[in-house]
């Protein structure tokens, strides 16, 4: 990460990251801050849905800078994350070449292997930059890639650089601002984590995630959203195989309004538990005498 001098303090980072929606307790700021004073990705984990991904996107908005997101997945491999080149395109030229009766092998290599026919991915485009200023780069769900571009991963954050054997090396004038998230569904390797600084980024508690409601769906009636985020807090003590993260709890009390309800009843959260949880099993567990429970420890409250 670069230095930035417009960021001055922790509290103005956290002050900066609620101007944008984000609530953010003291020590995720601080992780934020050290970052980028320090020139150091950022390494957020913490299970689905609790914020990791909307760090990258908050700070790309403070920061005034492009986001540039690779979105990980098992098979990922370095043509999909930082170039290839653009072979419909190379054909064309070789064609056009041959009909125009120039078709002098190295000059035509030297013509189809430039700049123009390389298709910039991800990594490359942070790298390369825009305007000479430095983007935010979010490397989504690593651990859903497999090692082998992990390691690769690794090379990238130690020198900024790509080399493409046609072209040359192409290195960042100064390094990107680099998030890079995880939901723990394998370990990330020791050697790529001591480049970064750590956040563990857990569920909120009642307090800021109530929060995090009024600032997010502003029209919710304040009962409304106490009953439904001491709902989901209680919720996440169930034994359910995927306890609804923040970004669960913002899409039922969205639709809660959007069907104009000013409080919870049995009949609702029934009707509406598809948009809270992600698994039939999970839905089945909770609708009749556990919603029940919870809805009235939920009021009580």
């Not at 956290?14 to 020139?39: C, M, N, P, V």
């Not at 009766?101 to 700049?115: C, M, N, S, Y």
């Not at 390797?189 to 480049?195: G, S, T, V």
Request: proline fraction near 4%.
């Amino acid at each position: 990460m670069n230095k930035n001098p417009q960021i001055e303090s922790i509290d103005q980072v956290q002050e900066t990251l609620k101007q944008q929606l984000y609530i953010a307790d003291r020590s995720l700021a601080t992780a934020i801050f050290l970052a980028l004073k320090l020139g150091k990705p950022l390494f957020l984990e913490g299970e689905a849905g609790v914020g990791k991904t909307e760090i990258a996107k908050v700070l790309a908005a403070m920061l005034n800078r492009q986001l540039i997101r690779l979105q990980c997945y098992e098979g990922l491999d370095v043509n999909t994350a930082v170039y290839e080149w653009n072979y419909t395109r190379q054909m064309l030229e070789i064609r056009l070449l041959e009909a125009a009766g120039r078709v002098d092998e190295q000059t035509a290599l030297r013509k189809i292997f430039g700049p123009e026919f390389l298709l910039k991915r991800p990594l490359l485009q942070a790298i390369e930059q825009v305007n000479g200023i430095e983007p935010v780069l979010l490397v989504d769900e690593l651990d859903r890639a497999d090692e082998e571009f992990e390691a690769f991963l690794l090379e990238i954050l130690s020198d900024f650089q790509v080399t493409v054997p046609e072209i040359g090396t192409i290195k960042a004038a100064q390094p990107p601002v680099v998030v890079i998230t995880s939901n723990r569904t394998r370990e990330i390797h020791d050697a790529l984590k001591r480049r970064c600084l750590y956040h563990w980024i857990d569920y909120p508690s009642f307090e800021k995630e109530y929060g995090i409601v009024l600032a997010k769906v502003p029209q919710a009636p304040e009962r409304l959203a106490r009953e439904v985020v001491h709902f989901v807090q209680e919720l996440r003590g169930e034994d359910l195989y995927k306890l609804p993260g923040v970004a669960e709890t913002l899409d039922w009390i969205a639709a809660l309004v959007a069907l104009d309800r000013e409080d919870l009843s049995d009949e609702v959260i029934n009707d509406t538990l598809g948009v809270l949880l992600k698994y039939q099993d999970d839905i089945q567990h909770v609708q009749g005498a556990v919603a029940q429970r919870i809805m009235a420890n939920a009021k009580n409250r």
